[in-house]
Structures are given as C-alpha cells and as structure tokens.
C-alpha cells in the first residue's frame, strides 16, 4: 500500500516535472524590453541603447550576450552573476573606464569578452577574476596606462590578448604573469619605450608578439629572453638605431620584422643566436651596407627593400653568402648612379665594384679616419668594459651604441662620448644655455634626448658636428625664440620635437638650414598667429607633418602654410574662430587636418574649396558649431576618408552624398533635429553601409534614438523638398546617390582609420626615405 502510494507520488512528480519543463521551452523566455533576443540560439543583443546599466531580466540560460554601443562608464562588482552560462560578451564602445575588481565573477565560462573602445586607463589586480575559461580578451583601443600585477592571474586558459591602441609607456615586470597558455599578445600602438627585464616572465606558451608602432630606441635583449617559444616577432615602427652583436637571442624565432625603424647599421652578430630565422625583414631603414650574417643557417628571406643600399665592392660578401645559402635578397641599389633602382637579386658580384668616384673614396677615409679614432672602443669589444670612455656619471653601452646622463644634475653638456654612440640620451638635466658645438665627436648620433633641461637659449652651431642626426628631442623647455643658426650642422633632421615650450612663432629661420625636416612638433606652446613674416618662401621644403594644438592661435595669414608641403595640419585646441580657408590656398597637398577643441560657431560655404583635392581626413569636434552653410563641404568628394563633427550644436548636416569615399564618420553629441529635412542624412545613412552613429536631439520625443533606428522618416513624403528655417538640407530636391563605400560591412570602423593612418606612414616613410637616397646620392 505505501509502495504503491509512493510509485504513485513518484509517477506524479515525474509528470509534474515534464508539465513543468514543457512549459518552460514554450513560453517565450525573459527578454529585456531594449533587447533583442533570439531564444533558439540563446542570444541576447542590447546593442547602441545608450543604456548607463547592465538590463536586469537578461534569461539565466543566455550563452551570447551583445551589449556594445552603450553608455555604462563603470562595471561594478558581480555585474553578470545572473547569466552564468554565457560564452560570449561584447562590451566595445560603452564609454567603461573603470572595470571594478570582480566585475567579472561568475563567468567561468566565457572564452571570448571584448572590451575594445572603452576608456579604461588601468588594470586593477583583480579586474578579470572569474574568467577562468577566457581564450580571448580584447583591450584594443581603449586609454591604458598602467597593468598592475595580477591583472590576468586568473586567466590560465588565455590565448590571445589584444592591447593594441593604447597608452602604454612602459611594462613592468610580471605584468603578464600568469597566462601560461597565451600565444599571441598584441601591443602594437603604444608608446613603449621601455620594457623592464622580467615583463614577460611567466609567458611560456606565447608564440607570437607584436610591439610595432611603439616607440623602442632598442633591441630589448634581456627582456625577450624570456619568450622561449616565441617564434614571430614585430618590432617594425619602432625608432631602433642599431642593432649590436647578440641582440637576438630568441632560439625558436623563424620570422622577425624590423622594417620601418631608423636603423643605420647592425652587427653581423646580431643575430647569431637566433639560428632558425628564415624570414628578416629590414626594409625601409637607413642600411647602406650589410654584412653576411652569422648565425641563422636557414634563412629564406632578407628583406631591404626600401633602404638606400649602396652597391659596391662592400656589399659583394652578402650576395655571395646570400647565393651559397639560398637566401633571397629582396630590395634595390640605391646607388651608384649606373645601378640605382638594380634588384639586389640581380646585380652580379661583378658590378659589384668599388672606386666607383673619387667622392666614394673620400667618403670611405673619412669612415676609417673615425674607425681609427674610436680605437678605444674597438679595444673595448675585445676586453669588455676596460677602456670605454664616456663622461663621470653617465652610461656607455657600448654594445647598443647608447649614452645615457639622464637627470644627473648636470648644468653643462658632458663631453667624451664613445664615437660610435647613436643615442645620446641626456634628458632632465639642467642645462639652461646650449652654446656653440656643445656635442663635439658625436658624428654618428641619430638621436639626441634634451628634454625637459630647463633650456631657453641655443646658440647659432650648438649641434654642429651632428652629421647623422634624425631625431631631436628639445620637448619642455623654456624656449622663447630660436636663432637662424640653431640647427647649422645637422642637415639630416628629420623629426623635430619642440613642444611644450614657449614659442611666440613658428621658428621659420632656423628651420630653413634643416632641408631633410619631415615632421615637426610645436604643441603647447605660446603661438598667437601664424604669419608669413620672417618665413623665407621655403623654409622647410620638405616638412610634411605640422603639429600645432594646443597653442593659441586665432589667425592664420595667407601664405603663413607656404613654407612647407604640408600634408598634416594639427590645429585643433587653439583660438580660431573661423575655419582658416584662404590660408589653405597655401597648403595644396594638405590630407589631414584637425580643428577640434576651437570656437567656431559657423562654417560657410566652400570652407574647404583649397585643400578640396587633397583632403582626406578631416576632424572638427568640440567646436560649438551650431550651423554649416549647406555648402560647407562643396569641393570635397571621394577622396575624403574620415569626417568627424561630433560634439558640436549642429540640428542638420549638408548634403553627404558627394562623400562616396568616406570610411569614416562620426556624427554623435549633435542635437540633430529628426524631420524629413533629415530625410536625405538617413538615406544617407542606409546606404553607407557604415556605421554611423547620429542620434536625435529633437523633437522631445525622438531623444536619444539613433536616426538610423528611428522611422518618422517613413512618413516623409517620398522626394522630400521641405524647406525649414535652418534650410540646410532641404531647400532644394537633394538627389542621394548610393554611397559607393568600400568599407566592408561588420568590420569596426576605426579599424579603418587606423590602416589608413598605417598606409599613411607607410607612404611617409617612402618619401622619406626617397628623400634620404637622394641626399645620399647627391654627395
Ligand atoms: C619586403 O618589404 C616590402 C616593404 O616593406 C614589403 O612591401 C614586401 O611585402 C616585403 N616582402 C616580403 C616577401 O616580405
Ligand atoms: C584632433 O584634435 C582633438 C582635440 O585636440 C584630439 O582629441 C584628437 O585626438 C585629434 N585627432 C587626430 C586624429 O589627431
Ligand atoms: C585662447 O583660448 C583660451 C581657452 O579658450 C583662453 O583661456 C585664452 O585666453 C585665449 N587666448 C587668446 C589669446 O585669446
Ligand atoms: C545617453 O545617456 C546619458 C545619461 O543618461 C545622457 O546624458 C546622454 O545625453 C544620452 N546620449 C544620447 C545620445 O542620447
Ligand atoms: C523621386 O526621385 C527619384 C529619383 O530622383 C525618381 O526616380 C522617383 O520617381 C521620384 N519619386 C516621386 C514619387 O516623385
């Protein structure tokens, strides 16, 4: 009797529980009201809902949550305890700066979370616990500075890790402690410049690293020391100099990119550790000549493509070890004349030859005389660190070619420098005055460190001597005024960095001695007004990049851009009131100009009709711009790549549809007023096949929703000719071509800018080195 009492009881909770069950698969699940959710593949998208707080009511059972294009700013602690089963996050563009410690827990099993395009600035010990399943972590774009230790402790299970695009100066040691099973970590677009001897301790697993695009001045040696498995790296876009006898001691590396940097020369030994090498790419540096290098047994690929390799009897041992070795030299003679532009792969041992012009020769003793000069140092290679000389209290690595009295109280430019030093690094001293040939025996220096050494004078030849220098450093002084003989002596200047000053004018004369300047910077500093006065008519014929925010500006004369090709113009947090357009007349090849951050309320018509040919990246955020003429961007078409006014007061746009080329645009912070006169900005809009971010200002009722989502322009008359007060759009029929827009759907947008910004330097550095080959050759 109870037995069948209990199989009876049994027998109803079964059928209770299958009622139970049932009815759970066929009632719709738990959807947020901003989200979408697909109930068979169990995903949930709140995606571009300017929400400020994770939806509560997102189903336990949710594996893929998308949450991207919000406005959370924080993620507190036990931000996703009621979705423990989800696999993939999207976080990106959310405006997050601070993740709390333990936002994540809970989550054991995503394997994919990304965070990309926040504002994070730092990674607190604990931020990622309870990710213990995570295989991708994405950090790209966002503002970090700083990784304190622990940050990834708990993520065993990580393979890659993508910090590209951030602010990162410097790695400190254990950083990444923890991922024993990472493969890939990214730091690409950063500003490193220093990595301590341990960052990558505990990186077992990583088979790949890439660190182009920071700012490197050296082969970190030590450090790589710790990537026993790495077996790709990408170092191109740094600024290394040299590259010194066992830089490369990594045993497993079979790839290794070093393209793009300014290195003048490296040891034939550099590589002698690293004996499965099989592609070494060198292109676009300064090497005129290259020995065979010892070491690698298996190399398949050199390339020096766009490096001003001067073909002569010098080079005759590489192309026979390249011949022997079945390596392929990938690249050109740079000279002399009767080879230039002649393959590397080509050019026979025979042509090969030297006493090709008396300059050859006389450039050829000149070398030897300072071989012979810096005898010390050749003594010194053999028995290390014995007869080095180099000035009480500073460094001389002699192997790197550095010297280092950075912030050493010095108040006079030490002398006695290694010969062969390439790097003279004497920031935060106290030097005040620069007088005349202050750097003797620096011949073979290519950058030069002074900043922040309280300097307000530079006499007339204070660098004389410096025959190699590309880069000098004069950032945060106190300089008032340069002299016209500034910079005598250093032709070769090609960056120039003197922001944070005190300058009154751009320095016209003095950058007049410099023929091989390419980028100058002068942010932050006292500039009033650009004038044409005391600019000769060409000061720097080559300057291609001007960088002038964070001045005060409120005039640009005409002809005041006319000493330069300039084809990047930094204006932006300055004092204009109105776009500069006369003044763009001088500036014909002009691609990129910023006018963020000043104070223009209103931009007429053809404010771009100079530079219309040229422009392809234009920025004009946070201005108050309360109102374009409809005619604002006539001129401007395909050619146009990046248009931002995000952040202004403006309720319309001019017409867009000549802008067939534009990859980005971001239109977000307007009040924009949704009507039909906006009708032709969302068939804009539907056709870019963009993503374009503009949101309703007004009317009341349509604030906050993206005009893309928005459907009052359903009821718009079909050819809308409305005309309103603002007129902009709307007073005459405005006939939208399809956008033709070759960017790719479901890629993010920024990744756009950033290969352009990518092929732009690339373009750069050609010119440059173009320029360089030509110098070279004009001797
Ligand atoms: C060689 O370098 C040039 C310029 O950097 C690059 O375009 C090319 O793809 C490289 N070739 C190989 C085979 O790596
Ligand atoms: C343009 O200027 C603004 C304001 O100074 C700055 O935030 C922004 O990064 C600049 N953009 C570019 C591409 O230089
Ligand atoms: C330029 O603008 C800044 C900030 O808007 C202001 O403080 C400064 O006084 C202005 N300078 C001049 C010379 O107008
Ligand atoms: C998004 O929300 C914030 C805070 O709720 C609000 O200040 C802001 O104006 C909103 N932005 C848009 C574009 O609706
Ligand atoms: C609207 O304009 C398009 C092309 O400009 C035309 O083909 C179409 O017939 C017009 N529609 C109406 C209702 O006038």
């Given at each position: 009797?109870?037995?069948?009492?209990?199989?009876?009881?049994?027998?109803?909770?079964?059928?209770?529980?299958?009622?139970?069950?049932?009815?759970?698969?066929?009632?719709?699940?738990?959807?947020?009201?901003?989200?979408?959710?697909?109930?068979?593949?169990?995903?949930?998208?709140?995606?571009?809902?300017?929400?400020?707080?994770?939806?509560?009511?997102?189903?336990?059972?949710?594996?893929?949550?998308?949450?991207?294009?919000?406005?959370?700013?924080?993620?507190?602690?036990?931000?996703?305890?009621?979705?423990?089963?989800?696999?993939?996050?999207?976080?990106?563009?959310?405006?997050?700066?601070?993740?709390?410690?333990?936002?994540?827990?809970?989550?054991?099993?995503?394997?994919?979370?990304?965070?990309?395009?926040?504002?994070?600035?730092?990674?607190?010990?604990?931020?990622?616990?309870?990710?213990?399943?995570?295989?991708?972590?994405?950090?790209?774009?966002?503002?970090?500075?700083?990784?304190?230790?622990?940050?990834?402790?708990?993520?065993?299970?990580?393979?890659?890790?993508?910090?590209?695009?951030?602010?990162?100066?410097?790695?400190?040691?254990?950083?990444?402690?923890?991922?024993?099973?990472?493969?890939?970590?990214?730091?690409?677009?950063?500003?490193?410049?220093?990595?301590?001897?341990?960052?990558?301790?505990?990186?077992?697993?990583?088979?790949?690293?890439?660190?182009?695009?920071?700012?490197?001045?050296?082969?970190?040696?030590?450090?790589?020391?710790?990537?026993?498995?790495?077996?790709?790296?990408?170092?191109?876009?740094?600024?290394?100099?040299?590259?010194?006898?066992?830089?490369?001691?990594?045993?497993?590396?079979?790839?290794?990119?070093?393209?793009?940097?300014?290195?003048?020369?490296?040891?034939?030994?550099?590589?002698?550790?690293?004996?499965?090498?099989?592609?070494?790419?060198?292109g676009h540096n300064q090497l005129r000549?290259?020995?065979?290098?010892?070491?690698?047994?298996?190399?398949?690929?050199?390339?020096?493509?766009?490096?001003?390799?001067?073909?002569?009897?010098?080079?005759?041992?590489?192309?026979?070890?390249?011949?022997?070795?079945?390596?392929?030299?990938?690249?050109?003679?740079?000279?002399?004349?009767?080879?230039?532009?002649?393959?590397?792969?080509?050019?026979?041992?025979?042509?090969?030859?030297?006493?090709?012009?008396?300059?050859?020769?006389?450039?050829?003793?000149?070398?030897?005389?300072?071989?012979?000069?810096?005898?010390?140092?050749?003594?010194?290679?053999?028995?290390?660190?014995?007869?080095?000389?180099?000035?009480?209290?500073?460094?001389?690595?002699?192997?790197?070619?550095?010297?280092?009295?950075?912030?050493?109280?010095?108040?006079?430019?030490?002398?006695?420098?290694?010969?062969?030093?390439?790097?003279?690094?004497?920031?935060?001293?106290?030097?005040?005055?620069?007088?005349?040939?202050?750097?003797?025996?620096?011949?073979?220096?290519?950058?030069?460190?002074?900043?922040?050494?309280?300097?307000?004078?530079?006499?007339?030849?204070?660098?004389?001597?410096?025959?190699?220098?590309?880069?000098?450093?004069?950032?945060?002084?106190?300089?008032?005024?340069?002299?016209?003989?500034?910079?005598?002596?250093?032709?070769?200047?090609?960056?120039?960095?003197?922001?944070?000053?005190?300058?009154?004018?751009?320095?016209?004369?003095?950058?007049?001695?410099?023929?091989?300047?390419?980028?100058?910077?002068?942010?932050?500093?006292?500039?009033?007004?650009?004038?044409?006065?005391?600019?000769?008519?060409?000061?720097?014929?080559?300057?291609?990049?001007?960088?002038?925010?964070?001045?005060?500006?409120?005039?640009?004369?005409?002809?005041?851009?006319?000493?330069?090709?300039?084809?990047?113009?930094?204006?932006?947090?300055?004092?204009?009131?109105?776009?500069?357009?006369?003044?763009?007349?001088?500036?014909?090849?002009?691609?990129?100009?910023?006018?963020?951050?000043?104070?223009?309320?209103?931009?007429?018509?053809?404010?771009?009709?100079?530079?219309?040919?040229?422009?392809?990246?234009?920025?004009?955020?946070?201005?108050?711009?309360?109102?374009?003429?409809?005619?604002?961007?006539?001129?401007?078409?395909?050619?146009?790549?990046?248009?931002?006014?995000?952040?202004?007061?403006?309720r319309e746009l001019p017409d867009l549809?000549?802008?067939?080329?534009?990859?980005?645009?971001?239109?977000?912070?307007?009040?924009?007023?949704?009507?039909?006169?906006?009708?032709?900005?969302?068939?804009?809009?539907?056709?870019?096949?963009?993503?374009?971010?503009?949101?309703?200002?007004?009317?009341?009722?349509?604030?906050?929703?993206?005009?893309?989502?928005?459907?009052?322009?359903?009821?718009?008359?079909?050819?809308?000719?409305?005309?309103?007060?603002?007129?902009?759009?709307?007073?005459?029929?405005?006939?939208?071509?399809?956008?033709?827009?070759?960017?790719?759907?479901?890629?993010?947008?920024?990744?756009?800018?950033?290969?352009?910004?990518?092929?732009?330097?690339?373009?750069?550095?050609?010119?440059?080195?173009?320029k360089m080959n030509e110098a070279k050759?004009?001797?």
């Amino acid at each position: 009797m109870i037995l069948t009492l209990l199989a009876q009881m049994r027998f109803f909770a079964v059928v209770f529980l299958l009622v139970l069950t049932r009815s759970s698969t066929i009632k719709a699940r738990k959807c947020p009201k901003e989200c979408s959710c697909d109930d068979s593949k169990l995903t949930v998208v709140c995606a571009g809902k300017n929400l400020t707080e994770i939806p509560l009511g997102v189903d336990e059972i949710t594996v893929k949550l998308d949450l991207k294009n919000n406005n959370f700013q924080m993620l507190p602690r036990g931000s996703f305890l009621h979705t423990p089963y989800l696999t993939h996050l999207s976080l990106q563009r959310c405006s997050i700066s601070k993740v709390k410690e333990g936002a994540f827990r809970g989550l054991g099993r995503v394997v994919s979370l990304n965070l990309a395009y926040n504002k994070i600035d730092i990674l607190y010990q604990e931020s990622f616990d309870g990710l213990s399943s995570l295989k991708e972590l994405h950090l790209d774009h966002n503002h970090i500075e700083e990784i304190q230790p622990g940050a990834f402790m708990q993520l065993g299970l990580l393979n890659v890790l993508a910090l590209t695009h951030n602010r990162l100066v410097y790695i400190p040691n254990m950083a990444f402690q923890g991922l024993q099973n990472m493969k890939w970590l990214r730091l690409s677009y950063n500003s490193l410049n220093n990595l301590a001897p341990e960052a990558f301790a505990g990186l077992f697993a990583l088979s790949r690293l890439s660190l182009d695009h920071n700012e490197l001045q050296f082969f970190p040696t030590q450090t790589m020391t710790r990537l026993p498995e790495v077996k790709r790296l990408e170092l191109s876009y740094n600024r290394m100099t040299y590259l010194g006898e066992g830089s490369v001691s990594m045993r497993k590396l079979t790839h290794l990119h070093l393209d793009h940097m300014s290195l003048q020369d490296l040891s034939d030994q550099a590589f002698s550790q690293a004996r499965l090498l099989s592609h070494v790419d060198l292109g676009h540096n300064q090497l005129r000549y290259l020995e065979p290098l010892t070491g690698p047994t298996k190399l398949a690929i050199l390339n020096l493509t766009g490096n001003p390799i001067y073909c002569d009897c010098h080079m005759r041992p590489l192309k026979r070890w390249a011949t022997v070795g079945g390596a392929k030299l990938l690249g050109a003679c740079a000279g002399p004349a009767h080879l230039s532009d002649e393959p590397l792969r080509t050019v026979t041992s025979s042509h090969l030859r030297c006493r090709s012009g008396a300059d050859a020769l006389k450039d050829e003793e000149e070398e030897e005389g300072e071989e012979q000069e810096s005898d010390g140092d050749i003594t010194a290679t053999a028995t290390p660190k014995q007869t080095v000389k180099c000035p009480l209290s500073c460094e001389c690595d002699t192997e790197a070619h550095h010297a280092t009295c950075e912030s050493r109280g010095f108040n006079k430019v030490p002398q006695g420098f290694p010969t062969r030093t390439q790097l003279l690094d004497l920031r935060g001293n106290h030097f005040h005055f620069i007088p005349t040939s202050s750097f003797p025996g620096t011949g073979r220096v290519v950058s030069l460190h002074l900043e922040l050494c309280k300097i307000h004078e530079i006499e007339g030849g204070a660098f004389q001597g410096m025959r190699n220098l590309l880069y000098l450093y004069l950032s945060d002084n106190d300089l008032t005024s340069l002299e016209p003989e500034a910079f005598a002596g250093v032709p070769k200047l090609t960056y120039l960095h003197l922001e944070g000053n005190r300058l009154t004018q751009v320095p016209g004369a003095a950058l007049s001695l410099l023929p091989n300047l390419f980028v100058l910077h002068l942010e932050r500093n006292a500039i009033s007004k650009l004038e044409p006065a005391g600019l000769p008519s060409s000061a720097a014929p080559t300057l291609m990049d001007l960088y002038l925010s964070n001045n005060a500006i409120s005039g640009i004369a005409k002809g005041a851009l006319s000493f330069a090709p300039i084809g990047t113009l930094h204006l932006d947090s300055n004092n204009l009131t109105e776009v500069p357009a006369d003044a763009l007349a001088d500036a014909p090849r002009l691609e990129e100009l910023n006018l963020s951050g000043n104070s223009v309320r209103w931009i007429g018509p053809r404010a771009f009709r100079h530079a219309s040919q040229s422009l392809r990246r234009l920025y004009m955020d946070r201005m108050g711009i309360e109102k374009m003429s409809k005619e604002a961007l006539l001129g401007l078409g395909p050619g146009l790549t990046v248009l931002t006014v995000r952040g202004n007061q403006l309720r319309e746009l001019p017409d867009l549809s000549a802008l067939t080329g534009l990859e980005t645009i971001d239109l977000r912070d307007n009040p924009l007023l949704c009507d039909c006169a906006l009708l032709p900005l969302r068939r804009w809009i539907d056709n870019a096949k963009l993503e374009v971010a503009a949101t309703c200002g007004h009317p009341l009722e349509l604030r906050g929703q993206q005009v893309a989502d928005t459907n009052i322009f359903a009821t718009c008359p079909e050819n809308a000719t409305i005309s309103t007060e603002m007129g902009a759009v709307g007073s005459r029929p405005v006939k939208i071509k399809s956008a033709r827009v070759k960017a790719r759907p479901g890629k993010p947008k920024l990744d756009k800018v950033s290969r352009t910004q990518h092929r732009r330097k690339a373009a750069k550095q050609k010119a440059k080195n173009k320029k360089m080959n030509e110098a070279k050759m004009g001797n």
